[in-house]
């Protein structure tokens, strides 16, 4: 999984990647797209850990993109400057929240952006198709064709009246011809505000939260400059700016699961480990992101639920002879932290 940090120039993109993966931000790189990975972790399995004393303990990642700025003031080249992203499965909007410019505003015409850049796209691909149609063809060609154009025409309509292309209801037979152009508006988006010193323990303002009701915020550059503290210092500083906690692993979670993921863990000796995959994916898809073979060789699989296991002192034994241990098929839908062992 891929998620792009996007936003306008100077809101602290940058910034954010350096904090959520350590990575340095290359500027030689930041036209291509620079790259960097960070760990999903969860507390849930750090528990799980400390009953199996594994010799490893692995986190599920996420990848993060860091993108160019788009230019708040001169628009035109923006299209061309959101290229990037088209690769990219998600996105997190970085918003300003340290000059007090309102975030609600520079939401809303950040994805106006987003907007007028699917629109270019679409719309330059009509007189295409229409010239495709000219020529003579197969009957089935012919229909395709023309699915494709009244795809294009619905798509255009809707973004034209300010909607984005995951509100449109695309079926699965439209979805195909749009595949390829990658929309940005049919991606998952959260919002991440970046503060300064002050105000990141305020709520977020409503109108912000209607608009992205997962939404969270983070004291970013202050994070990573009490981090370059001594022990001694970074204590002082934390109760003085009323900091309690870091808010780096929690904001990778929201992101996480803002990008409709899960993860379920596997538990061994070895190594304790958590998985990611989409949300609503059967048993045979998590096989599938630990093997490909496992997958192709899916039997069964043991599911205990997190709750349970935690019940149950962490222990397979116990989950068994209380009966909370079950044996689910291919067509199961796993839930975030089952623990399971693919048969
Ligand atoms: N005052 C203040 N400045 C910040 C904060 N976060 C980032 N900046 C500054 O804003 C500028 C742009 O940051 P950068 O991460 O490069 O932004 P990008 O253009 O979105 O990648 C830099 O000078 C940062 O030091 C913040 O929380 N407070
Ligand atoms: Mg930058």
């Known amino acids: 999984m891929k998620v792009g940090l996007v936003g306008y120039s100077g809101v602290g993109k940058s910034t954010v990647f350096q904090w959520l993966t350590g990575a340095t931000p290359d500027p030689g790189k930041i036209q291509q797209g620079q790259v960097a990975t960070a760990d999903v972790a969860d507390d849930r399995l750090r528990r799980i850990a400390e009953a199996y004393k594994p010799k490893k303990l692995t986190f599920a990642k996420v990848e993060f993109l860091d993108t160019p700025g788009l230019m708040a003031d001169d628009r035109k080249d923006n299209p061309r400057r959101l290229g990037i992203l088209r690769e990219a499965n998600g996105m997190v909007v970085v918003l300003d929240g340290f000059s007090g410019a309102p975030l609600a505003e520079q939401l809303r015409k950040f994805r106006e952006e987003l907007l007028y850049a699917d629109l270019e796209i679409v719309m330059n691909r ?18 395709l064709d023309e699915l494709e154009l009244a795809t294009l025409k619905r798509v255009i309509a809707g973004m034209e009246a300010g909607k984005f292309a995951k509100e449109l209801n695309i079926t699965e037979e439209e979805e195909k011809p749009l595949r390829s152009f990658q929309l940005l508006t049919l991606k998952p988006e959260t919002v991440l505000v970046n503060r300064g010193d002050s105000g990141f323990n305020d709520p977020l303002p409503k109108d912000l939260l209607d608009l992205c009701p997962t939404a969270c915020q983070a004291p970013v550059k202050l994070e990573m400059e009490l981090a370059a503290l001594s022990e001694e210092d970074r204590q002082m500083f934390m109760s003085d700016l009323g900091f309690t906690a870091s808010f780096r692993e929690a904001t990778i979670r929201s992101i996480f699961y803002a990008m409709e993921r899960i993860v379920f863990f596997t538990a061994g000796h070895d190594e304790c480990r958590s998985w990611a995959m989409d949300k609503g994916g059967t048993a045979v898809d998590g096989a599938a992101c630990i093997h490909n073979d496992l997958a192709a060789r899916f039997v069964r699989a043991r599911v205990v ?21 079950r044996l689910e098929g291919k067509q199961y839908i796993v839930q975030d932290g089952d623990v399971i062992e693919i048969l």
């Open 305 to 325: 639920g997190h709750d349970h296991f935690v019940q149950c002192g962490y222990s397979e034994k116990e989950a068994k002879a209380k009966g909370l241990e």
């Open 126 to 143: 009509v007189p295409k198709v229409e010239a495709q149609m000219k020529k003579a063809k197969p009957a089935k060609e012919r229909e």
